[in-house]
């Protein structure tokens, strides 16, 4: 509040705009960020980056069973969904690091200003 009792708009306004840049470099930290999933022991991995695209999928040729080529498609299968939900885990752990702080600053609220 200001010495007359009211909000100090030009405060909030400049925490809002220190808070946006933040929120900004956080993301874009985070579109920097590369993890890698894996499964099957390394036979399977998916780069992703923070926001949790997926980049890449690499499957290692010992994966392939050339004489069971039902049976090898469904494990790739298997085995690639569970490099992206590993990949996943990860990115919810980074976001978590980069956005958690800019999370809890929201929850603080504005001085004067309950619940915001």
């Given at each position: 509040?200001?010495p ?16 946006q ?53 469904q494990t790739?299968?298997?085995l ?8 996943e ?23 004067g200003?309950?619940?915001?």
């Amino acid at each position: 509040m200001n010495p007359g009792g009211g909000l100090d708009m030009q405060a909030i306004l400049q925490q809002a705009q220190q808070m946006q840049q933040q929120l900004m470099a956080a993301q874009q930290e985070l579109d920097e960020t590369k993890v890698t999933g894996s499964s099957g022991g390394g036979l399977v991995s998916v780069t992703m980056n923070g926001r949790g695209q997926v980049e890449d999928v690499s499957i290692d040729p010992k994966a392939v069973d050339p004489d069971d080529a039902a049976e090898t498609a469904q494990t790739i299968a298997d085995l690639v969904l569970a490099a992206i939900r590993d990949g996943e885990r990860m990115v919810e752990e980074i976001q978590q690091q980069k956005m958690g702080p800019l999370a809890q600053g929201l929850g603080g609220g504005f001085p004067g200003l309950p619940g915001l």
